[in-house]
């Protein structure tokens, strides 16, 4: 018997079983490897707007010819594919990062100084900026700056004006406070100067008296055609307006041309807690909305006339009639950057189908995304981009892998409508899950705070918006200069509605937001590998990125900070025993917003009782009951008023500059104009004893580029909110 029995099988080890499995996928990648070059390019350009000093320029040029020519000489010595994508990503990574260097460069031009004393500015208005807390805000094209050397003339600034904003293409003459684009509210906070940057926004200006006319010779024709287009944009925006009403119309101007001039704050603020202020800003959404309406508008009418669909190719007409609609869109909305970028997106999948490919796929989104940063190699720090490719990525990789279910040969009626009705809304809930996780971790990381039922109003609003309101709009966008664009805009006006209905009892709701404070900067990448790992990696391992993609969320916050003072010394805020205390309610309110929310805390208003306050400067009534005494006029303090303001507090913030300290200082923290224009806004936290203070500067987080070289902000002069 003992020879007829066999002996065991010895059990495979577990490398013996995991190593097919490796192979297996790894094989499966062989067509999405190419996909993490712009993964690569876009890692480039950010690692260049994250340098602290600016590089020369022949450097990285140098780097990434040499890095491009060893892969390529890899590539044709038949390297395996371990040696070629290591070097193609190395390649493409030098690649992002010169051309962001020579970016910076092309579009370089003069930044205001921080002038002593208001000026007179002469120029040309290109365009009606969204309005700011203290008035309208035109775009102007400079033409003389009382102060300013031609050469020193900023290419454009942005202007808050007194009464009613004028109209693009006038000339207008201003007595106004001229100032450099304002420095960031924080250490590490949203950076207006770098976007202005990018944009030769040149300097920000707060006019002091009345709009007066100028009279001007004719600007370049550059100038004159901006002026041309955002001239029909803006009568076509009060048009809408007219139309609809300032409330509704203002809604449906700011989605069809831009215009953000008759926005209702208070329905701003409500898009926004209830997670639909995307639909404000024309972005993806729009384009996708707008470029496919006509795409399948033009198929259906190709379709509806046989003799022409005999001899067509319908729908590759209607991807050129997507493309043509794409572009007149972007002209209509202003071409701001998101909508370059989205139209960017939307036109790569109609010449996709034009060349007999499919449109949405991850590799269409590749090219889109190499596209985008090829060109505008900034907007990898954007918010914008960043939601936007995470987003659609996941919703492509969703696509990919959503099982394909057979068609039924013969059903009854009312089952198939059952049917199909229960898989759109299945399908619809899981697409706007899959998306806001997607875009869960930068909208954490840049706004702080999170619409906890914007899962819920996005579904709501989704059919409205896509169905009735953006088809309608663009119908009525088309024929309202003909005077025919009534009964659509009408239509759209009514969807407006009902989406600010859904969206005021969303806001309303106990809880509706959530705020967040931002994770530390390096974490944002972490998450950003984690999200595209998942969306590109296929098999069953991309989850492995899961954990990355949550890590903002996860990621143990910094501690707040004891003091906070913002640039220039006219504002700050301290967190004691009782919470978040502002010294001075209702100034650089848009400071203290971005700071606190950044912090995740909610700060309170200063209390009356308690206090030695005057025109110019506040000071705790006992020693050491506050951290924090302040002089804001812009007048030095005398060393009597000094002195008092040392003996009750031991950080001590002067707006001026200081030469001489009086005794009652040495065993103080004082920081005046001349600390606060070198370094912007700061942040203090206790280094042990009470006279021992650890400082973070802005101006150290934000580095010495070419964005931050007249840095400077001595004077409020609005929201600036970009």
């Known amino acids: 018997m003992a020879g007829v029995i066999a002996p065991a099988q010895a059990k495979p080890s577990l490398a013996a079983q995991v190593r097919p499995f490796l192979k297996a996928q790894l094989a499966a990648q062989t067509l999405r490897w190419r996909m993490w070059a712009p993964v690569a390019f876009g890692g480039g350009c950010s690692t260049y707007f994250a340098l602290k000093s600016e590089p020369p320029l022949w450097p990285p040029i140098m780097a990434a010819v040499a890095a491009a020519a060893v892969w390529q000489a890899a590539r044709r010595s038949g390297r395996g594919r371990a040696v070629t994508l290591p070097l193609m990503l190395f390649a493409c990574f030098a690649l992002g990062l010169a051309v962001a260097k020579l970016r910076t460069e092309a579009v370089a031009a003069p930044i205001a100084p921080a002038l002593e004393r208001p000026t007179i500015i002469e120029g040309w208005v290109v365009d009606v900026d969204s309005p700011g807390g203290a008035g309208p805000r035109v775009v102007l094209a400079p033409v003389r700056v009382r102060g300013l050397t031609p050469e020193l003339t900023p290419t454009r600034l942005r202007a808050t004006v007194r009464g009613e904003a004028p109209a693009p293409g006038e000339a207008i003459r201003l007595f106004a406070i001229l100032n450099p ?106 384009m996708a909305v707008v470029g496919g309406f006509a795409f399948f508008l033009a198929r259906l009418l190709i379709a509806a006339a046989p003799w022409l669909a005999l001899r067509v190719p319908g729908k590759k007409v209607a991807a050129v009639v997507g493309l043509i609609a794409v572009g007149i869109y972007l002209v209509i909305s202003g071409a701001p950057p998101p909508a370059e970028r989205a139209a960017i997106t939307a036109s790569i999948a109609f010449v996709a189908i034009l060349l007999d490919r499919q449109a949405i796929t991850m590799h269409a989104l590749a090219v889109a995304a190499f596209v985008v940063l090829l060109l505008q190699p900034e907007a990898i720090v954007t918010p914008g981009f960043q939601m936007s490719f995470a987003a659609t990525a996941a919703l492509v990789a969703l696509v990919e892998a959503w099982p394909r279910r057979p068609r039924e040969i013969s059903a009854p009626l009312p089952i198939l409508i059952v049917q199909r009705a229960g898989a759109w809304v299945g399908a619809a809930v899981l697409a706007s899950l899959v998306a806001g996780a997607a875009t869960a971790p930068f909208a954490m990381q840049h706004f702080n705070r999170t619409a906890m039922y914007g899962l819920a109003a996005n579904l709501a609003t989704a059919p409205v918006s896509d169905f009735l309101i953006m088809p309608m709009l663009a119908l009525g966008a088309v024929l309202e200069p003909l005077g025919l664009g009534g009964p659509f805009l009408w239509l759209a006006g009514k969807g407006i509605g009902l989406m600010l209905a859904i969206g005021g009892w969303t806001a309303g709701l106990p809880g509706a937001v959530r705020t967040v404070a931002s994770a530390p900067e390096f974490v944002l990448p972490i998450s950003f590998l984690g999200v595209l790992f998942c969306c590109l990696w296929r098999g069953p391992l991309r989850w492995l990125g899961l954990p990355l993609a949550a890590a903002v969320m996860l990621w143990p916050r910094d501690p707040a900070p004891d003091v906070w003072i913002g640039d220039g010394g006219t504002q700050a805020a301290w967190i004691g025993a009782g919470g978040t205390t502002v010294m001075r309610a209702g100034v650089r309110q848009f400071a203290v917003d971005v700071w606190s929310r950044r912090r995740g805390v909610a700060p309170e208003p200063r209390a009356a009782e308690g206090w030695t306050c005057g025109r110019f400067s506040c000071a705790p009534e006992t020693a050491g009951a506050a951290p924090l005494a302040m002089w804001w006029g812009t007048r030095a303090p005398t060393p009597e008023q000094l002195d008092a303001l040392c003996r009750t507090a031991s950080v001590v913030s002067v707006r001026s500059a200081t030469s001489t300290l009086p005794p009652s200082c040495d065993e103080r923290l004082v920081l005046d104009g001349l600390d606060y224009a070198r370094g912007g806004a700061v942040e203090l936290w206790r280094d042990g004893s009470p006279a021992s203070w650890r400082a973070v500067w802005a101006a150290d987080v934000r580095g010495d580029r070419p964005w931050s070289a007249s840095a400077s902000a001595d004077v409020d002069v609005s929201d600036s909110d970009g």
């Open 181 to 286: 684009p304002p420095a960031p509210a924080s250490p590490g906070a949203y950076d207006f100067g770098r976007n202005a940057f990018f944009q030769s926004l040149g300097g920000v200006a707060f006019s002091l008296g009345e709009t007066r006319t100028a009279d001007l010779a004719p600007p370049p024709w550059r100038v004159r055609a901006a002026m041309a287009v955002n001239g029909v944009r803006f009568d076509l925006a009060r048009r809408i307006v007219a139309r609809l009403g300032p409330r509704t119309g203002g809604i449906a101007a700011a989605m069809t041309t831009g215009q953000e001039a008759w926005l209702n704050p208070a329905d701003v603020e409500v898009m926004r807690d209830s997670g639909l202020a995307h639909i404000l800003s024309i972005s993806g959404l729009h």
